[in-house]
């Protein structure tokens, strides 16, 4: 009988030979590891396997084809499937359960997205991360093989290129996909367990001065992207939510009555929203798209705009403002309504606040306008 059993090395692994009548595979033996083999088919090409006894069952699982594989790290894998063997566990077994664990990308696509889609009204803010920042990174990698590591690797990158509130969104995102992968029995454990969240600035957000108001309006004009540009223009003079100007269906707008219904909002009910003459204006001159109920269409006519990110970076460099956020349009509505002397109850209902607690965070701007009106009023009781 032929021996089969050679210690493995490149050289030896180099000249095995299969048949010569062009026959079945010959298997070679590695004398140094047991269930180490190497078989060489007809026309030469060498395949690792690593064969054992399971449960008095014979079995044999591939590990890959040489020189792809090298010797060394044929042997590592052999040993990693003895090791589970010692621990009464099937190699083959656990590799076909692992081979049924999705990677991210099918698993955001086709599990999460259409999930999300029934069940969240931000579904689209969730669909514009994955395409645009997840999917690129961990796409390719099983849910499984995703580690704490790669998680605040991910989240510290987008904290550099956006801000604090960005990084921990995205990661509530993946805290909520990992634990739904958790509940559907694809996973054990969530790598973002124990990640702690970035630090977010305290406060109403960014004051515009008049002059840097004038300086955006001026840089709207002149956008490239006029889409996106008169979005935020409408942003700036409604008060309007992101989400809420960009999702907004012409069906659901009445210039000549000159409102705005919200049929989903934050608070989750529906709302009637008043509209100044200014953002009338700019409603009348949006073009309409045949076959779109949308104010902003996207690319894809049959969606909305997912994201005018860009246009509003570019918009800040050309008026010379520095950062700001696209919600602190929203911000410096409310403190001009306040300003100007808006009561509380006003303002919640020009904010569509639900809760007073939100919208006293402009009341020193309420208070302003009304000391002011006290002092006038003490001067005329003076004469003065």
């Known amino acids: 009988m032929t021996n089969r059993k050679r210690k493995f090395t490149a050289p030896i692994c180099n000249k095995l030979a299969g048949p010569v009548d062009g026959g079945k595979a010959i298997e070679w033996t590695d004398s140094t590891l047991p269930g180490l083999k190497l078989s060489v088919s007809a026309s030469g090409i060498k395949t690792w396997y690593f064969r054992y006894s399971f449960e008095g069952e014979k079995n044999a699982i591939r590990i890959g084809k040489y020189p792809g594989i090298s010797v060394d790290e044929a042997r590592k894998i052999a040993r990693d499937f003895g090791a589970q063997l010692d621990r009464s566990i099937n190699p083959k077994q656990l590799r076909a359960e692992k ?4 990677n991210f990308k099918d698993f955001a696509l086709a599990t999460y997205m259409p999930h ?30 995703i580690t704490r590591y790669d998680i605040e690797t991910y989240l510290t990158k987008i904290r550099k290129s956006h801000s604090p509130a960005t990084s921990n969104r995205h990661q509530a995102l993946l805290s909520r996909m990992f634990n739904l992968a958790i509940g559907w029995g694809l996973m054990e454990k969530n790598p973002c367990e124990h990640v702690g969240k970035f630090a977010e600035p305290i406060g109403v957000g960014k004051d515009f001065t008049q002059a840097e108001i004038q300086a955006i309006i001026k840089a709207l004009s002149t956008e490239a992207n006029q889409k996106a540009a008169t979005a935020l223009k409408l942003l700036m003079f409604s008060g309007l939510r992101k989400r809420e100007i960009l999702d907004a269906r012409w069906e659901n707008v009445d210039l000549d009555a000159g409102r705005l219904f919200l049929p989903t909002t934050k608070a989750g009910k529906p709302r009637q929203v008043a509209l100044n003459t200014v953002a009338i204006e700019i ?38 403002v520095g950062d700001a956020r696209i919600h602190d349009l929203r911000h410096q509505f409310a403190t001009s309504a306040a300003s100007g002397g808006v009561s509380m109850p006003n303002l919640m209902g020009l904010l569509g606040h639900s809760n007073v607690k939100t919208t006293l965070r402009y009341a020193h701007h309420t208070d302003e306008a009304l000391r002011n009106a006290s002092q006038q009023a003490a001067s005329n009781l003076l004469g003065q």
Not at 118 to 137: I, M, N, Q, T, Y
Not at 286 to 294: A, E, G, L, T
Not at 308 to 314: N, S
């Open 283 to 320: 409603l009348k001159n949006i073009p309409h798209i045949d076959d779109s109920p949308w104010v902003f269409p996207g690319e894809d006519t049959s969606k909305p705009i997912n994201t005018i990110q860009k246009a509003w970076k570019r918009v800040l460099a050309s008026a010379g």
């Open 99 to 102: 081979d049924e664990i999705p």
């Open 116 to 145: 999300a889609t029934e069940r969240k009204r931000s579904f689209s803010d969730d669909e514009s991360k994955l395409r645009l920042h997840l999917v690129p990174v961990f796409g390719s990698q099983k849910l499984t093989n």
